[in-house]
Structure formats: structure tokens, C-alpha cells
């Protein structure tokens, strides 16, 4: 399946693709477009649009576009890692930066990310290893390693 996103990723725009690939459609592919372009290009290439203002996979009150995600495709509380990364996600992607202490850092990762990959698809490949290693992280925390 095809998911659509605007350009630029940063925090939510990496997270999600993460969290869909290992958990929702391990065979997806990530289109980022220009934010006006969206739409269209959901349409045409029968994409899901994710982390767009009025998108089912979006914010939503004080929830960003991973928890949205983890509603749509029941992964709420089913492993409680997965849990502690939507807080941390969460912290990040949205004014609430001090909901846990390692938001403002994963922050920092993802403008650092930013600022040194000007294309989005070598971006997205070199931070998902970051998801990887919070994720393994936050089993530890958890007791589940």
C-alpha cells in the first residue's frame, strides 16, 4: 500500500512510517509531497494520507498522527513499549515536549535529521534505525528484554 505525507519529514513523519512498516503493512511505501499536493496525490495513487490537517491519521486534541495510528489499527495497549514510544512521540511532536524526558531529545534527532538530509527518502532511511533502538529501549524499560 501507498501512504501519503507532506514534505520535510520530522518527528510524526518518520514515527509513523516506522510504526506502519513494522506493525500495520510491511510491504508500504512512502510518498512525501508538497502539504497542497496531498490530496491529490491520495487520490491518484490510492495512497492513505497520514499526518495532514483533517486526516483520520492525524492530530487529533492533544494526540499526534502515531497515536491516531495506533487507534485506527488497535495497537493501543498491546505491548507496552509500544506504549511508552507513543509518549515519547507524542512529547515531541506536539507542545507538550516535557510529557516525558527523552521528547526534546528525540526532537532535536529528528530537526538534526532534517538539516542534514535535504532529500526525504534518504532521511527516512537513515532515522528509522533511531525508532529501532528507542523502541528496543523502551521494551527494556518496560522489563521486556
Known sequence: ??????ARPRVDRVACPWLISRFVDHEAEFLYVPPEQVAAVAEREEAIPFDVPGAELG???????????????????????????????????????????????????AEGFTAVYQDDQALLAAELPVYDALYAWCGKQEGLD
Request: aromatic share 8%; glycine share 8%.
Open 1 to 6: 500500500m501507498k501512504w501519503v505525507t507532506r
Open 59 to 109: 492530530h487529533h486534541g492533544e494526540e499526534c498522527s502515531f497515536d491516531a495510528i495506533l487507534r485506527r489499527y488497535d495497537l493501543w495497549g498491546r505491548d507496552p513499549a509500544l506504549d511508552r514510544l507513543a509518549r515519547i512521540v507524542r512529547g515531541a511532536d506536539t507542545p507538550r515536549h516535557d510529557l516525558t524526558p527523552q521528547s526534546p531529545g528525540l526532537l532535536a534527532i
